[in-house]
């Protein structure tokens, strides 16, 4: 019998299920918990930890000789299918460990003497706008563009803030703020006009919304596998086109990014030819390996089938909210909705505390909780987590 088609989410019971439920039972927190948290850290599933295990037992077996086969071609696979992922080639993508990282190799290799603005908006994360902000004693001017609603940021809106004073256009695919999701062909589209670059924080996005990045037309995006990669901690990625990878050269390095790094020359720096040449140290090959592990299910199912089943979830979710007079903060639009849902709260923490009580695994952000669905849930998920919300007491 053929599965069901991935977007079919039954809305008729409290025992709905999709396509995608089958996977359910390789995340064992599932067994005692309902998570509705990967946009703050995905889940762990079984064959993250299997790799993980492996990384371990190789450890334990063969020491340091293991990174001279086994971890090294861990590194250039792990290169290889983030760049498939988004659509670049493995020489585009070089690998950091946390966002803030892959960030500052980029901004340390722009040079603002003659464009010293950076515009930003005041819905991205605010890692950001802090990687500028810490430059302005070096003459960077950071431009933050106002949301009329707090959950968008017209496009109109950034261009009037770009001139030809401007090095760099930063913000996000999604929004943490509002789960929409930017149309950042048009960011990118308004950036180039005045000779600006583009760089994406798709942290929120990658893994749930599909990312094509060079039909997007921006120079530079960055995730990883924290969230929706199911990769945790410790690991992400920087693209950079090819063609600019080239032409920047980083003003942070590490040996890494060295073209000959086991020469172990002090005297003289040269770069990778390709997006290498934006590492910096050693990677945490236990991040390396968890992260490979959880593409395993990213790459199995394909984003657009993710895709289908949490816009499905996520809808159910935002009607049901509604419904029960939560008002969620969503985009006007379903299309520009991502599995991120924001629901007003006086209190929120007191109201993820709530919802832990009664083992339901949620977020606190300012003014708001916040529940992110993801292909493992099912609809029944989201309606405990209503319910108890809407309840006496929460």
Known sequence: MAPAPASDVKTSSRTAAHSLARYREEFPIFRDKIYLNTCSLGALGERTRRKLAEFVDLWQSRGASAWYDVWWAALGDLRRRYGSLIGAAPEEIALAPSISVALSAVAEAVDYTRRPRVVVTSLDFPTVAYQWLAKRQRG???????SPDRVT??????????DHRTA??????????????????AVAEVAHAKGALCLIDAYQSVGQVPLAVRATGADCVTAGGLKWLLGGPGIVFLYVREDLARRLAPAIAGWFGHKDQFAFEPRSLEWHDDARRFELGTPSLAAVYAQLGGLEYIEEIGVPAI????TALTEDLVARARDLG????????????????????????????WLDAAGIIADARPGHVRLSPFFYNVQEDHVSALERLAAPGA
Do not use: N, W
């Open 307 to 310: 895709r289908a089943v949490t």
């Open 153 to 162: 940021v017209p496009v109109e809106a950034i261009a009037r803030a770009v």
């Open 140 to 146: 960077v001017e950071v431009v933050v563009v106002e």
């Open 326 to 353: 939560l008002r969620p903060k969503v985009a006007p639009r379903a299309e520009d909705r991502s599995a991120i849902v924001l629901l007003p709260a006086a209190d929120p923490a007191a109201a993820v505390r």
């Open 168 to 185: 760099l256009v930063a913000t996000s695919h999604v929004y943490f703020t509002s789960g929409a999701i930017q149309d950042i062909g």
